[in-house]
T-cell receptor
Framework: DQQVKQNSPSLSVQEGRISILNCDYTNSMFDYFLWYKKYPAEGPTFLISISSIKDKNEDGRFTVFLNKSAKHLSLHIVPSQPGDSAVYFCAAKLTGSARQLTFGSGTQLTVLP | KAGVTQTPRYLIKTRGQQVTLSCSPISGHRSVSWYQQTPGQGLQFLFEYFSETQRNKGNFPGRFSGRQFSNSRSEMNVSTLELGDSALYLC?????????????FGPGTRLTVT
């Protein structure tokens, strides 16, 4: 039973345009959501996070939106750059579980020059 | 500051064998978590150690075990390997023991079971 789902295994976007990566979850006890980026042969690196009490968090070109009623979060990258091409994972943390993250299966983003 | 290091980076084992993977966290970090990544499955939490104690455990069989040493280095062991254990094993370290703080991942150990 996948509690965090990324239904799009891949996404291609033109350089300079917006990339929107989506993630759905089922467990209402998640209180913190994160996005990680992973390049081949490297471990995931933290990108941006959002607490369940917020609906938006921005960091430069990256914005995460959380819709609790729909149990949906999305990552917007504007403008997209070729260096953004990587696998993006969304992850969620259960209330009271400080270190255990539940990850989605990832979305391969390709930004075309 | 050196990042999280994992050894070995690649490993090939035969079904039925056992394997030990090593993780050295960032200096000063006391929490080490282990994850398994398989194609199409994302990362699945194995367990977390803090101050030599296992604090959390994911839904994996008892063949998967781990430990942490006094210098915070951690090892995970998989006994009686199965073909389905072929995966990328990632460890992540974080500094504090309470609340939430960012986890830093190592590059992983790619295990292939034949």
């Amino acid at each position: 039973d996948q509690q965090v789902k990324q239904n799009s295994p891949s996404l291609s976007v033109q350089e300079g345009r917006i990339s929107i990566l989506n993630c759905d979850y089922t467990n209402s006890m998640f209180d913190y959501f994160l996005w990680y980026k992973k390049y081949p042969a490297e471990g995931p690196t933290f990108l941006i996070s959002i607490s369940s009490i917020k609906d938006k968090n921005e960091d430069g070109r990256f914005t995460v939106f959380l819709n609790k009623s729909a149990k949906h979060l999305s990552l917007h990258i504007v403008p997209s750059q070729p260096g953004d091409s990587a696998v993006y994972f969304c992850a969620a943390k259960l209330t009271g579980s400080a270190r255990q993250l539940t990850f989605g299966s990832g979305t391969q983003l390709t930004v075309l020059p | 500051k050196a990042g999280v290091t994992q050894t070995p980076r690649y490993l090939i084992k035969t079904r039925g064998q056992q394997v030990t993977l090593s993780c050295s966290p960032i200096s000063g970090h006391r929490s080490v978590s282990w994850y398994q990544q398989t194609p199409g499955q994302g990362l699945q939490f194995l367990f977390e150690y803090f101050s030599e104690t296992q604090r959390n455990k994911g839904n994996f069989p008892g063949r998967f075990s781990g430990r942490q040493f006094s210098n915070s280095r951690s090892e995970m062991n998989v006994s009686t390997l199965e073909l389905g254990d072929s995966a990328l094993y990632l460890c992540a370290s974080s500094s504090t023991g309470t609340g939430w703080d960012e986890q830093y991942f190592g590059p992983g150990t790619r295990l292939t079971v034949t």
